[in-house]
C-alpha cells in the first residue's frame, strides 16, 4: 500500500518549500516522480508549474551531493 503526507519543512523556510518525508530506503527516481506529481498537482490547481526544470534542477542536486 502506497500512501502519502505533506509535511512542513523547516521553520527558515516554511513560506518557500514542504519537506518530503520517507519511512525506509527511496531512491532518486522515487523522489523525481514525487516530483513529477507534485508538479502535476499544481497544475491542475492552476498554478504555473516548470516540471521539466525541477527534475533538471533535482537530478543536478544529487549528482554534486552523491
Known amino acids: 500500500m502506497k500512501s502519502h503526507m505533506i509535511s512542513y519543512p523547516l521553520l527558515i523556510v516554511k513560506p518557500k518549500a514542504f519537506r518530503i518525508g520517507h519511512m525506509g530506503n527511496i531512491t532518486p527516481e522515487m523522489l523525481e516522480e514525487a516530483i513529477v506529481k507534485i508538479g502535476e498537482t ?9 516540471i521539466v526544470g525541477a527534475c533538471k534542477q533535482f537530478k543536478e542536486m544529487i549528482l554534486t551531493t552523491v
Open 42 to 50: 499544481l497544475q491542475k490547481l492552476g498554478h504555473e508549474v516548470d
